[in-house]
DNA sequence: ATAATAAATGAGACTTATTCTCATTTATTG
DNA sequence: CAATAAATGAGAATAAGTCTCATTTATTAT
């Protein structure tokens, strides 16, 4: 564990330090998208706040993470490693459950096809894409009662 | 437009007040997505800061406005009414700009299979969705040089 | 291995978006 | 038109995220 976050560092070329290992490895530790609170709360005070952001940008800048927002309105965090595949998010708005999804491959060759008719119209370059889906979990998921 | 701003508050139950109506005025001022920041330029202080986010609080009670967060971590509320049509976002990284757009019939309709899966292999009851598109506009958009 | 150098960190001050409070004003209704 | 409930304005409070700068740590070249 410790290892591959030393390795995803290092392939990036930036420097392997404490902070950054341990907010990869926490970050590990749950597949599912996570809130800076989820973070802050795992790394009980090893790393302070503003090195946490910090990390947080290093991250995102060698594409290791992608970083959006809750519909209600909190940042929210997830690892992209070379093995995660493309996927989506269904937002449970009880509980505020985020759950990553994966569409079937039709979808999927159907929406490029989309994407591409709108990057004609629009004269745009769309580089990634995500479907968002919202609503409630209507009697298992592992927050709500 | 003042009109029809009466209408949208009475018809919803809400009292109608003035910064509502000048709230709805200056979102009907462009179809596409607006930040506050754009609101309140408009808004010249006719309506103070508190009662524009409770507006807006209001407004999004009674399902005439959705808001949502841009990719740089900026609100942004667009008015939904009876006659707006199901749309999704198209992002631009350079200038910020969010266009609304549309996907084609048949897309639509694969897209809401996909959706009856995802309900059923989660348990969950699904009653909105969005795709969002990310890239950069080549050459025209109105904001970028 | 070590020293020199560049980069990263910690602590807390600062900024900015949003929410809250409460005294005053406005809309609704009967 | 008066009574009452709801909405507003002004600014204080909160909270997420950024910035600063003195200190520490990682990298590298010897």
Avoid: W
Avoid at 81 to 99: M, V
Avoid at 106 to 121: A, C, D, G, H, N
């Amino acid at each position: 564990m410790s290892e591959s976050s030393r390795k995803i560092l290092s392939d990036n070329n930036v420097s392997v330090t404490n902070p950054r290992i341990l907010v990869l490895e926490a970050l590990m530790e749950s597949q599912n998208p996570q809130t800076i609170d989820d973070l802050q709360k795992k790394l009980e005070n090893k790393v302070a706040k503003s090195t946490l952001y910090r990390v947080l940008g290093d991250l995102k800048k060698i594409n290791v993470l992608h970083e959006f927002t809750s519909p209600d309105n909190i940042t929210v965090v997830e690892l992209l490693l070379h093995d995660t595949e493309h996927h989506h998010h269904l937002f449970c708005g009880d509980c505020g459950e985020i759950i990553d999804v994966s569409l079937s491959n039709e979808f999927e060759k159907l929406l490029s096809v989309e994407i591409k008719k709108i990057e004609r119209k629009f004269n745009f370059q769309i580089n990634d894409h995500r479907v968002e889906m919202f609503g409630t979990c209507t009697d298992q998921c592992s927050n709500c009662k």
